[in-house]
């Protein structure tokens, strides 16, 4: 028997407008006892074909993979995966000799949900956040070896921590090809540590790529802080930048020696930099007014819709702490990447949190995901990242 969903009557509409999720309240019924991560094939309460996804347990309970009635199989696997390359070449981040670390594959942005893949260097990391795109990794890999050849010598899978906690299925992290991987990886001629095995996400943050670009235009002969450092990217491009002064702050230990072991492999002995391992809000608290380029880009305060109100406090808190301290003249680089705070939501936090420090603000910049974390224009919810560049009087 097929394996199928079919939707209540009227269900269809957000299909219709390509929407790549149905949730549970959309299904009429589920047909064939379908495994979580199981591909189904979804049907209109008529029997009209209408998509074909994985299934699993939860609000979302169809990642849609497609709106053609084809196959999911290998071939279909390597098409997406060839599509996704060819893009990230076509916009200048692949196949260029001063970069080596992009985001090959970004879930729903590449109609690909689920499916997390980011190079560095000659090693793939490949990310899982629904059992579907587990059930399927080996598929993915063999296709992702084929795309790039040569480029790829080792592809790392990591998802005990994405996949869902309830799912009955082995996460276990490690190589899929490989194994013996160098952890240097380029950025826009910057070498960078990558940490895949025990790092956050997949051991860097490639989304803040572009807007490490455009702190370096403005950091020459400014005393920059960056707090939330993690692995130390905008302290690294700052000092290229030419700033006079570069203070990295985070609460891990692990993260502040990896900072240092960043700046040491580009800008050996450079003693414009120093590293605190503390907690941010108390360091904010007692530092003076030493800086006129502070970088706040926290972590993410909401992960869940329920926790909005406590995130934006978090964020006002934050911001009105930086505003207040900033040097006059001085500029602000701030960041939300909560997916449930909206460009709204957090614009008006930064607003109250300016009016809070009773100080005259300006917005330079807007600033948002990079181009190899695209959004498709069908799932808006996949802009994640915010970020807004303040000038202070």
Known sequence: MEKAVILKKGKEE?????????FSGAIQKIEGKPEEGDIVTVYTADRTFIARGHVQVGSIAVRVLTFKD????????????ATAYDIRKSIGVADIATNDTYRLVHGEGDNLPGLIIDI???TAVMQAHSVGMHVNRKDIAKAL???LGEKIQN??????????YKADIDKGNGYLLGGNAQNVSTEYGLKFHIDWLKGQKTGFFVDQRENRRLLEKYAKGRKLLNMFCYT??????????????VHSVDSSAKAIDLTNANVSINFPDDSRHKAFAEDAFDFLERMGNNYDLIILDPPAF???RDSLRNALIGYRRLNAKAIEKIQPGGILFTFSCSQVVSKENFRTAVFTAAAIAKRKVRILHQLTQPADHPVNIYHPEGEYLKGLVLYVE
């Open 120 to 122: 560095y260097g000659n």
């Open 232 to 245: 130390g990217g905008f302290s690294i491009y700052a000092l290229r930048g030419g700033a006079q002064l």
């Open 14 to 22: 957000s299909l219709q407008r390509f929407h790549p999720w149905i």
């Open 70 to 81: 084809e196959p999911i199989d290998y071939d279909f696997w390597h098409a997406r995966i």
């Open 302 to 304: 909401a992960k869940h």
């Open 155 to 164: 592809i790392y899978y990591k998802s005990d921590t994405t996949l869902p």
């Open 145 to 147: 070896q084929e795309v």
